[in-house]
């Protein structure tokens, strides 16, 4: 059964104290694994496509890197205004998407 | 580009009123998708279109939920009957055609039924 798994539910950092989200997969045929993030009352937004085990993108203080069974979403140096929810979403063949619940990120000034 | 946008942005109604959410994809974009999103269930997808057409509509609740696509531009959701239970954010993204594409998603239809 393909499904998504994120890992913490919740996070509380101190600003500037780095760390990891992690999302892990089990999906038949992945054709991409997708990065959100959400803000309180608006839609997701976009921040990284990775296509293939190995592939790494950046993207300011945050970077996704993808294996076989697995990708992190690395923040480095994190500010108050990278608070947020972030969803990693896997895509199947048949253009199916299945996302994760989310990690709830807040970081304290 | 507009982006995906959805109307209305919130609604309040009565358990058994008519609820019609609206969307219009981004041009050019082939699929359209319509999602759940609840604290308990994270974002359920309901349906997607290809083309205009319903190619899964698995996630689709119950009979009380259709949803339709006249054209590229404009898609629906309708609950008839609503239902507390229906209370969510729903929301509407689309994207084009090709491997690993990203999906855009609007802004959300905050649903109240109460």
């Known amino acids: 059964e393909d499904q998504v798994t994120q890992s913490p539910e919740a996070l509380r950092l101190q600003e500037g104290e780095s760390s990891s989200l992690n999302c892990s997969y089990t999906v038949s045929g992945l054709r991409g694994l997708f990065w959100y993030r959400q803000d309180p009352g608006k839609g997701p937004e976009f921040l990284f496509t990775?296509?293939?085990a190995g592939e790494e993108k950046e993207k300011e203080r945050l970077k996704a890197t993808l294996t076989k069974k697995e990708s992190f979403l690395h923040i480095t140096a994190p500010k108050p205004e990278d608070s947020a929810t972030y969803l990693c979403?896997?895509?199947?063949?048949?253009?199916?998407?299945?996302f994760g619940t989310g990690t709830s990120l807040t970081v304290i000034p | 580009d507009a982006g995906v946008i959805q109307s209305p942005r919130h609604e309040v109604t009565e358990m058994g009123q008519e609820v019609t959410l609206r969307c219009k994809p981004i041009?050019?974009?082939?699929?359209l998708f319509w999602y759940r999103q609840t604290m308990m269930r994270g974002l359920e997808l309901l349906i997607y279109?290809?083309?205009?057409?319903?190619?899964?509509d698995s996630g689709m609740p119950e009979d009380r939920f259709s949803a339709k696509m006249p054209n590229a531009s404009f898609s629906t959701l309708k609950i008839q009957p609503s239902e507390p239970r229906d209370s969510a954010v729903y929301f509407c993204?689309?994207?084009?055609?090709?491997?690993?594409?990203?999906?855009?998603f609007g802004e959300g239809s905050w649903l109240t039924v109460v």
């Open positions: 979403a896997v895509q199947a063949y048949g253009n199916q998407f299945y």
């Open positions: 993204a689309s994207s084009s055609a090709g491997v690993g594409n990203t999906i855009y």
């Open positions: 041009s050019g974009h082939d699929y």
């Open positions: 990775l296509y293939s």
């Open positions: 279109f290809n083309n205009n057409v319903p190619i899964d």
